[in-house]
């Protein structure tokens, strides 16, 4: 069975940073691509961030950052100089051997998700 399990989030200020990390199981990790996405309260999801399996990543967020280990099934994104309008609950999706993505990606596995709250 596979499984995305996010954690990391929580209640900050604006302007510090958080790390928000994505576990998988159950797939062969290095074979996927992994993005996050993000849902504000009455608004659509939102892409984020991406990290290839070699670990090229492309970014619509010039304040985060994503890395990977493959070896712990990993992924972190790091959220630096957090905005109130950061606020959402934050998605990691695994895709298999696709790179770039696009708007019409089709990801394999989805996690639960996590809270992130950006206070003014």
């Known amino acids: 069975q596979v499984q995305l399990v996010e954690s990391g989030g929580g209640l900050v200020q604006a302007g510090e940073s958080l790390t928000l990390s994505c576990a998988a199981s159950g797939l062969t990790f290095s074979n996927y691509t992994v993005a996050w996405f993000r849902q504000a309260p009455g608004k659509e999801r939102e892409f984020v961030i991406a990290?290839?399996?070699?670990g090229i990543s492309m970014s619509v967020k010039d304040r985060f950052t994503i890395s990977r280990d493959n070896s712990k099934n990993t992924v972190w994104l790091q959220l630096n100089a957090l905005k109130p309008t950061d606020t959402a609950v934050y998605y990691c999706a695994a895709v298999s051997g696709i790179w770039p993505l696009t708007p019409r990606t089709e990801y394999d596995y989805w996690g639960q998700g996590t809270q992130v709250t950006v206070s003014a």
């Open positions: 990290v290839k399996w070699d």
